[in-house]
């Protein structure tokens, strides 16, 4: 069977850009099950969900962001209240609103063409086709095997600990972590606590070793342990004829790691896309070409928070508190806080 669209991905860029695709036929193939293995920490604003329509699935609502470093501990009043999703719950709420017919299979490559998609369950054409595999690119590396730059991968290691908090809590310490941050987000009756590192050549065993300290500090015992690579990098939104969304595209946002924000914002706009062209309303070229503008309109801000979090990451803990301390002072606040926050128009979570 032809299709309209493929999507290769099944987490929030890939759902994301399939729920504007509701009556098409659109196949959305990821290799494990809708809603399992996250690799996120699943903070996100909370007007993204109610916007969605997926309000159902956020597990606890903070007002509030804490940071310590280890002389000071700083609290920020957000411009607008966060949440931590329960990841399988949004999945599901988010599939359900495209409609699309899901296989479970592994996707190994794109034909040069950009209508075949390669995968461990067969071949499958379509008009369309959208990489959000992930980190991996796996349909852009198939199409440009220098696709992916390993060294702009952070790596970050989490736990799901019993127990229950208020705000959303981050740690610049070298007590637990040098070159990166911890966190860690209550979500109802657990807590998503974890650590990451932005920097090359890092062990495994470096990073679990500073999440139990933070465990051990906060008289928390963990539960089951996930990790990934997290992109810090944008990459090219489109590769031949594919669009690029998500980690895939590198739209995580560097110096924090927020990256479901950024996925979902552009897997709509893709998926809006893909639409036009399957209703031939545009050229393929065409909504390929808007879909690399929208993006790389972005990427002076990318950029900017690239170069901040090469300086950050590294800033002796003195210097840390002291910046904290600056960036605390109300009308400075008032300048970066909320233009973080509002970086991706409203209007694309509802269509308008």
Excluded at 222 to 227: A, L, N, Q, R
Excluded at 237 to 257: E, I, K, N, W, Y
Aim: glycine fraction near 12%; hydrophobic fraction near 40%; proline fraction near 5%.
């Amino acid at each position: 069977m032809r299709y309209d669209v493929i999507i290769v991905g099944a987490s929030f860029a890939g759902l994301a850009a399939a729920s504007r695709l509701k009556g098409r036929r659109v196949l959305l193939l990821d290799r494990k099950e809708i809603g399992t293995m996250p690799t996120s920490a699943c903070g996100a604003p909370l007007r993204i969900a109610r916007d969605l329509g997926c309000e159902g699935a956020v597990a606890q609502t903070h007002p509030s962001g804490y940071i310590y470093t280890p002389k000071r501990a700083f609290k920020y009043r957000l411009p607008e209240p966060y949440c931590v999703l329960d990841y399988p719950r949004f999945c599901k709420l988010l599939f359900d609103k495209g409609g699309a017919e899901f296989v479970r299979a592994a996707a190994l490559g794109v034909s040069p063409d950009g209508h075949t998609v390669m995968t461990s369950a067969g071949r499958f054409e379509a008009e369309c086709v959208v990489d959000a595999s992930g980190w991996r690119a796996v349909l852009a590396k198939s199409l440009d095997r220098g696709f992916v730059d390993t060294r702009t991968l952070a790596f970050g290691v989490e736990t799901e600990a019993t127990g229950r908090g208020e705000g959303l809590h981050f740690w610049f310490d070298p007590n637990y972590i040098r070159g990166g941050y911890a966190w860690n987000f209550p979500s109802g009756r657990h807590c998503r606590v974890g650590v990451g590192y932005f920097g090359e050549n890092t062990g495994l065993v470096k990073i679990r070793g500073g999440l139990a300290r933070l465990l051990e500090a906060l008289r928390l015992s963990p539960g089951h342990m996930h990790g990934g690579y997290i992109p810090f990098a944008l990459r090219r939104p489109t590769v031949g004829s594919l669009f690029v969304v998500g980690d895939a595209a590198g739209q995580s946002l560097p110096a924090t790691g927020e990256g479901i924000r950024p996925a979902i914002y552009f897997g709509l706009r893709a998926g809006d896309l893909v639409r036009d062209v399957i209703e031939r309303r545009a050229s393929r070229e065409a909504a390929l070409r808007s879909y690399a503008a929208l993006v790389e309109g972005y990427r002076s801000r990318y950029d900017f928070l690239q170069r901040a979090q090469g300086v950050v990451m590294h800033l002796p803990t003195v210097w840390m508190t002291l910046t904290l301390a600056v960036t605390r002072v109300d009308w400075l606040r008032g300048l970066w806080l909320p233009r973080y926050t509002r970086a991706f128009p409203s209007a694309a979570w509802t269509g308008r």
